[in-house]
């Protein structure tokens, strides 16, 4: 019996990013195809699109029609082509003209402190707070929402709580966001597989196991982005 060749993944996303969400769905997807040849270990990397935004958030359409210099049409045709992209993942993407876009900086701390605790509870979490955003319209700024996430994910929501009010993590993150940057990374979502191959964007599930099944032909030992 072959021994599945082993990849670390480092997946670099934001939490209020439609196509992060097709990606991770895409790139779990693949990984379930290739059950056997490959055995991944993925890592949740920090990225906000808009670290400045306030608590309250801002209107999605104006914030978008403004960053990206697009009209109000433009702009639904791009939802409707990621509504049906999500849809065939079986991720209901339901953003739409009244929605807002929040901070994602204590996410992505909550995302750190769960990954410390327990890696797979970390992209159920992920995943957990993609579906709060995109397809629940929730605040993922409220800590409120975060902590019952957290605790609907399986992790401890008294604990969770604690990272939340005590601003634990941040310059951990902080730390990994410029990490990221630095290594040219200014868009998501960015997967990159051993510290060396960068799969970019939100690719199908074909995209994705088709470049998976090449690096681990070619795959040395997995290392860190990190490093």
């Known amino acids: ?12 996303s934001d939490v209020a990013c439609p196509w992060c969400a ?7 997807q693949a990984l ?7 055995s991944a270990e993925i890592h949740l990397q920090p990225f906000e699109l808009n670290p400045n ?3 309250e958030g801002e209107d ?8 990206y210099g697009m009209g109000e049409e433009q702009l639904e045709a791009n939802r409707a082509a990621i509504r049906e992209r999500a849809a065939a993942l079986g991720f209901a993407f339901n953003m739409r003209k009244g929605s807002r876009i929040y901070n994602t900086f204590d996410a992505h701390r909550l995302l750190h402190w769960a990954e ?3 890696r797979d509870l970390a992209l159920a979490l992920k995943r957990a707070l993609l579906r709060a955003y995109f397809s629940d319209g929730e605040n993922v700024a409220d800590r409120e929402v975060l902590v019952r996430v957290a605790r609907e994910t399986g992790l401890d929501a008294d604990a969770a709580r604690r990272v939340l009010e005590s601003g634990a993590y941040a310059d951990e993150v902080r730390t990994q966001e410029r990490h990221f940057q630095q290594a040219g990374i200014h868009s998501v979502p960015a997967t990159i597989v051993n510290g060396q191959y960068l799969i970019s964007g939100g690719q199908p599930p ?8 090449e690096i681990a032909v070619a795959a ?5 982005a990190m490093h």
């Open 22 to 28: 097709i990606g991770l769905a895409s790139l779990q």
């Open 53 to 55: 935004l306030p608590f």
């Open 60 to 67: 999605a359409n104006e914030h978008l029609m403004l960053k």
């Open 32 to 38: 379930s195809r290739l059950d056997g040849t490959v």
């Open 220 to 224: 040395p030992t997995p290392r860190s």
């Open 116 to 118: 410390l605790e327990n």
């Open 206 to 213: 074909e995209a994705f196991e088709q470049a998976l099944r």
């Open 1 to 12: 019996m072959t021994t599945p060749t082993p990849l670390r993944i480092d997946f670099v």
